[in-house]
């Protein structure tokens, strides 16, 4: 057990569990940004309501969000970090996560402020269908995230983070990674959207993506309707155009908007101390580990826990400090 504020303690061991040769391209690296973005990704700026405090997806109302399907496998990741740091929230650990995850896979360091709580019941979890359906265009992806306060330069540089990891079939319905080394921070995503032919392919599944296959890697590759979509409209396309020739102006504006994204719903003072009504009212409470026995009744998280069949196929994942 690290001494309670010692974050720098908490990030080493994040860094020591992103090689698991087991798993998607032989890291966690990219489903840890994912779990970071979509903890956050559901504010709603009109209300006030979502965003990175909570941890609500420990819940099932949030948890089971079909479009939270195989974030499971980026919670269980990180309990061993839990468990040997029991101070730190939930909602804090699930973001400096991906903040970590993006640092150690060559990206930019990105700002990054502790102090979010844990929910102690599910209560206060924000509606489904707050987060991004891939499957829709250009006015889809500003209905969205002109919710949380983006403009229309941050959607792009945020929808940069596609540079990272891949789509599986039996989580999303697409398939498929965005480039050729998912696991390396970089600015290939809008290099490739420009210079490669994509052409529309329809899965198994009767879902609908663009392929580019590149003969030299032998590899197929996928771009999202919501990834094309911002190639169509205008304002979208100078920065994708822009963020394809200038590496170091991405890396720039990406750090700056994914440190504003781990921030939605958190209020601060003159200080930096949080001072949302649940951390005035109940500290910084972070939520006991969960249960190793899942679906064990009366115990904390009992809805989040994993049901067997999860615990068994996440076996081999579990993360070795």
């Known amino acids: 057990m690290s001494k309670p504020g010692d974050y720098a303690a908490v990030r080493q061991d994040i860094a020591a569990l992103l090689n698991q040769p087991e798993y998607d391209d032989g890291s966690a690296g990219p489903v840890l940004v994912r779990l970071a973005w979509h903890s956050a990704g559901t504010y709603d700026a009109e209300t006030d309501t979502g965003g990175s405090n909570g941890a609500g997806m420990r819940y099932e109302a949030e948890g089971g969000d079909p479009a939270n399907a195989g974030l499971q496998h980026a919670r269980v990741f990180l309990e061993p970090v839990k468990a040997k740091h029991g101070w730190i929230t939930y909602a804090d650990l699930w973001t400096l996560g991906g903040v970590e995850a993006i640092k150690q896979m060559d990206g930019p360091e990105i700002a990054w402020r502790p102090g979010r709580t844990d929910f102690v019941d599910d209560s206060k979890l924000p509606p489904r269908g707050r987060l991004p359906d891939g499957a829709q265009g250009a006015d889809h992806i500003r209905f969205i995230f002109y919710r949380m306060g983006f403009t229309d330069q941050e959607i792009v540089a945020l929808s940069g983070a596609h540079n990272l990891g891949r789509c599986h079939s039996d989580r999303s319905g697409f398939h498929g990674a965005w480039v050729n080394n998912p696991t390396r921070f970089s600015n290939t995503y809008f290099r ?130």
């Open 192 to 321: 490739l959207m420009l210079s490669r032919s994509w052409k529309e392919k329809t899965l198994d599944n009767g879902v609908r993506q663009f392929v580019h296959y590149d003969e030299d890697a032998e590899e197929e590759l996928m771009m999202l309707p919501t990834d094309l979509a911002l190639l169509s409209d205008p304002s979208f396309r100078q920065w994708v155009e822009l963020y394809a020739k200038d590496k170091e102006r991405f890396f720039a504006d990406f750090a700056k908007v994914f440190a504003k994204l781990v921030e939605l719903g958190i209020q601060r003072d003159e200080s930096g101390k949080v001072i949302n009504g649940d951390n005035i009212k109940g500290g910084y409470h972070s939520a006991p580990k969960k249960s190793a026995m899942p679906g064990k009744p009366e115990e904390v998280d009992r809805q989040y826990g994993e049901a067997e069949p999860l615990r068994e196929e996440n076996k081999k994942f579990r993360a070795r400090l």
